[in-house]
T-cell receptor
Framework: SQTIHQWPATLVQPVGSPLSLECTVE??????LYWYRQAAGRGLQLLFYSVGIGQISSEVPQNLSASRPQDRQFILSSKKLLLSDSGFYLC?????????????FGPGTRLTVL | AQSVSQHNHHVILSEAASLELGCNYSYGGTVNLFWYVQYPGQHLQLLLKYFSGDPLVKGIKGFEAEFIKSKFSFNLRKPSVQWSDTAEYFC??????????????FGQGTELSVKP
């Protein structure tokens, strides 16, 4: 079965510091991968998605970037964090085939920028 | 642009009350529709989904949702809620024709609090 991991689970960083959040998927190959940010009262906002190694689509211009160095690894980064980067970051993978098209989410990383 | 609107931000119910959470979307073509739930301290997980066929779909834990195409709605229902249903509920849409990469558009979420 497929599982999705994210780390760290929580992170407190000062403004201006760099960021690296990691997401890995097991049990599937070449999945579509997604980074979302969840802010209180605002639902989930899609930040980036990737359909394959080295392929990144950005949905919202901002202080963040994403990379996909390996088939089942998706990384969210920033060179200098802003206060507004605080939030709950979720990674998801897309299951397709057999009549389904569904995204499944990881446990998330709660980022606080001080 | 596609959008999803959830009418209630916070709903408070007593146990055994009936639940209906509203969801409307703005895209007029073929859509896949989802409800996700996030229990306190847990992952966001799939509650139910609609792709085609019977517009009344049943999900886990006694939840169901009805797709009404003419109203662009996909409301979530449960006849009798339990304290354990306390969670945040998200409606999401995947609009097929223009959707590259299977992107989901989420509503703002509805926080449900069930009083024992």
């Amino acid at each position: 079965s497929q599982t999705i991991h994210q780390w760290p689970a929580t992170l407190v960083q000062p403004v201006g510091s760099p960021l690296s959040l990691e997401c890995t998927v097991e049990g599937t190959s070449n999945p579509n991968l997604y980074w979302y940010r969840q802010a209180a009262g605002r639902g989930l906002q899609l930040l980036f998605y990737s359909v394959g190694i080295g392929q990144i689509s950005s949905e919202v211009p901002q202080n963040l970037s994403a990379s996909r160095p390996q088939d089942r690894q998706f990384i969210l980064s920033s060179k200098k964090l802003l206060l507004s980067d605080s939030g709950f970051y979720l990674c998801a993978w897309r299951a397709t085939g057999g009549g389904t098209d569904t995204q499944y989410f990881g446990p998330g990383t709660r980022l606080t920028v001080l | 642009a596609q959008s999803v609107s959830q009418h209630n931000h916070h709903v408070i119910l007593s146990e055994a009350a009936s639940l209906e959470l509203g969801c409307n979307y703005s895209y007029g073509g073929t859509v896949n529709l989802f409800w996700y739930v996030q229990y306190p301290g847990q992952h966001l997980q799939l509650l139910l989904k609609y792709f085609s066929g019977d517009p009344l779909v049943k999900g886990i834990k006694g939840f169901e949702a009805e797709f009404i195409k003419s109203k662009f709605s996909f409301n979530l229902r449960k006849p009798s809620v339990q304290w354990s249903d306390t969670a945040e509920y998200f409606c999401a849409v995947n609009a097929q024709i223009y959707n590259q990469g299977g992107k989901l558009i989420f509503g703002q979420g509805t926080e449900l609090s069930v009083k024992p």
